[in-house]
């Protein structure tokens, strides 16, 4: 697959995920049993939308690409011949789903040899995607298309941080060390789930950060935040595509000062 054949695969994907979005909608703000995956006395919720969702999106991804390999949430890893597979989170913020929050997405990656090369992350109650390649990042709203850019001039006290949650932190000491660089910031807000990364694409927020993240919950959202002059790593700049620990930033000065603190915490 070359560059233009990977254009038209996520081409075809911006497709996929409008058709996923109108499921999503026939669930969304709608009465919903709520499953809980977890029996340890945590909550992880799933819901029928999550299942018709990916159910939908592998059927179609293998119809059309058979040698490519599928990574999805809900029904676990499809092998494939191609170097070529693709990762799955048919609603991100599941738990913004079932409140009636339209913080939620549907994600979805393509991968190039376990390397994420093109994600896109679809809302569509506010009828937006949010696509990222090597091409560039755009919003694409109602037949308008936006190029992304995240803002190159921000920097650590001036920066508006956003996590999901302080319980997305699966131990004490990650939550010390966000709150170590949440003091320094000018403004730390909570919620947002994947829509946080857009709008840090979109040039709106400065950093996200969080932790215990899996790898589809992060991958198709790198090079959506690469493309717009971000930058995505772990908590020491290490690669961010398994997931854990992970930070979000503008630009690479921000970067640096945030791996800075979260150093001093440690």
Partial sequence: MNHTDAGAALAFAEELAQEAGRIALRHFRQPLDVANKLADGGFDPVTIADREIES????????????????????????GDSRYSWIIDPIDGTRAFISGVPAWGI??????????IGGLMHQPYLEETFTGSPAG??????????????????????AILYCTHPTIFPDAGELAAFEHV????????????????CLLALGHIDLVIEGGLQAYDIQPLIPIIEAAGGVVTGRHGEDASGGGFVVAAANRVLHAEVLARLAEAS
């Avoid at 990042?137 to 001036?158: N, P, V």
Wanted: proline letters at 1%; glycine letters at 14%.
């Fill in 107 to 116: 994600l979805l990656g393509l991968r190039d040899a376990g390397r994420c």
């Fill in 137 to 158: 990042g755009w919003l694409s709203r109602r037949g308008e298309r936006r190029r992304l850019q995240t803002r190159a001039s921000a920097r650590l006290a001036d």
């Fill in 182 to 197: 949440a003091a320094h910031t000018r403004l730390m807000r909570y919620g947002g789930d994947c829509y946080s990364y």
């Fill in 56 to 79: 939908f999106l592998v059927g179609r991804i293998r119809a059309r690409f058979p040698d490519h390999g599928i990574v999805g949430e809900e029904h676990g890893a499809l092998d």
